[in-house]
């Protein structure tokens, strides 16, 4: 007893020297654009100012089922740091156990004869952590915990992004099938139009017949934009972990949808919140953890056992028997296994550093590119927006001249059409920039606050 006591001493003197600090990831400053600084709240992805979106995420942050999984992973993560911290330090079991025998000869079968065995049994043991390779588990758990945590969040994200999406591009399918249905009146009138010119001989057949299949093509146009709008809501419905989904203000349009102002710098410290930068950080340290652990496996590990059962389970009064171990175990000689298995560990925790850089950098131009997609679709709505305009005005004017017979019908009805396509660029292009805005919000890396 007296040698592992100064075994003890021995190896707690030299385990105290024996520290390992971690040193956190870095990216060098020339990979670092410069980024002014720029406000950013989660709550932005409620700036489009529509009370449908707000209640689809609500909902789906309740009842979608990848956010669900995500949150379950978390709550086993927090088990597994309960069962990790009871396994530090002592633990301590209880053992009862019960038996009956029965038997009996071959030559007299109806003779039985039974014996009964019981124990009952308390057992102790404690493994001291002298180099911190315990502490290093626990880390590891932890971590485990954490990226379970950050999951959760890029769950949170992504369903988020795709729901906005999906609702924007809803919206925008809703605009179509009120363009499609303005344009086949619109070709409907034409077609009577034609109808009585042809009548008189001033159009040909051929003429009639376009104008058919003008009508012909709107109105499967117009049966495939409600098909497809069934398609969307079962979509939306599905996102949000309901059966079906309905608007709360059906007349609600996408030109009703807000567009958000964004900053054209945004801050380099802003996507440090995104969970796969999280992810990866935790992976370096991760890494770095396991190496720490390979490298105490060549150290010798110390534990004390202690064990008391009664000789009597039915009287527990009486002698009761203690037992105490020591144990101290050491690899001697491994082959070289544990040099091997440290050399792959340092090498892991390399790629690992190399990975947390590239992902930095990476989420750096991703933000850089939406901002670049965001200014060239705003470009793009600002134009459309004017060449909208310019229509409106030259319908109003068409319709005016036809008023005052200075116009044919049929000029006014092209202007209309002509209108009608402009506002159908129109509603291309506020989806751009809507989409536009929705990827840098994610690129952001912060689902909504609820």
């Known amino acids: 007893m007296k040698y592992l006591i100064t075994g003890c001493a021995a190896l707690l003197l030299s385990g105290c020297a024996s520290q ?34 707000e209640a689809l995420l609500k909902t789906a942050f309740a009842h979608n089922w990848t956010i669900a999984v995500a949150a379950e992973r978390v709550r086993l993560a927090r088990l597994a740091i309960e069962t990790e911290e009871a396994n530090q330090g002592i633990s301590t079991t209880a053992t009862l156990t019960a038996g009956s025998t029965q038997s009996a000869n071959s030559n007299d079968l109806s003779n039985f004869t039974s014996s009964d065995a019981s124990s009952l049994s308390f057992s102790a043991k404690y493994e001291w952590d002298l180099w911190g390779k315990l502490q290093a588990q626990m880390d590891q758990t932890l971590l485990s915990a954490q990226s379970s945590q950050w999951s959760f969040e890029s769950a949170r994200l992504t369903v988020t992004a795709t729901i906005v ?26 077609y009577e139009l034609y109808l009585a010119q042809h009548e008189e001989g001033l159009v040909s057949r051929i003429d009639l017949i376009d104008q058919q299949e003008t009508i012909l093509s709107l109105e499967e146009k117009i049966e495939t934009l409600q098909l497809d709008q069934q398609d969307q809501e079962r979509a939306l419905a599905l996102l949000t972990g309901q059966p079906y989904w309905q608007e709360l203000d059906p007349n609600f349009r996408l030109l009703d949808l807000t567009v958000p102002d964004i900053a054209l710098n945004q801050p380099a410290e802003l996507i440090r919140q995104r969970p ?19 490298e105490l496996d060549r150290w010798p590990n110390l ?41 792959k560990a340092e090498i892991n925790e390399a790629i690992a ?40 005005v030259k319908t109003q004017l068409t319709e005016y001249e036809w008023e005052e017979g200075v ?16 506002e159908e660029s129109l509603v291309t292009a506020k989806q751009s920039v809507l989409n536009s805005i929705v990827a840098l919000y994610q690129a952001n890396g912060t689902a909504p606050n609820f």
């Open 407 to 422: 116009r044919d019908k049929s000029d006014l009805i092209s202007a209309q059409r002509s209108l009608f396509s402009t």
């Open 165 to 190: 999406k999906q609702y924007i591009a809803y919206l925008s399918l809703k605009e179509r099938m009120t363009l499609a249905q303005k344009n086949l009146v619109s070709a409907q009138e034409s």
């Open 303 to 343: 534990s004390i056992s202690l064990s008391l059962r009664p000789s009597d389970l039915y009287d527990l009064a009486e002698q009761w028997t203690l037992t105490l171990a020591e144990s101290i175990s050491l690899a001697l000689y491994d082959n070289g296994d544990n040099k091997r298995a440290l050399q």
């Open 353 to 392: 550093r190399i990975n947390y850089q590239n992902t930095v950098v990476s989420a750096l131009h991703e933000v850089q590119d939406t901002l670049s997609a965001y200014q060239q679709s705003r470009i793009g709505y600002r134009y459309a927006q004017i060449s909208h305009q310019n229509q409106i």
């Open 276 to 294: 796969d930068l999280k992810e990866a950080e935790a992976s370096v340290k991760a890494a770095f953890l396991s190496k720490v652990e390979t």
């Open 20 to 53: 390992y600090q971690y040193e956190a990831p870095s990216v060098t400053a020339e990979s670092m654009p410069t980024y002014a600084l720029a406000e950013f709240s989660a709550n932005q992805w409620l700036s489009f100012g529509s009370p449908d979106l």
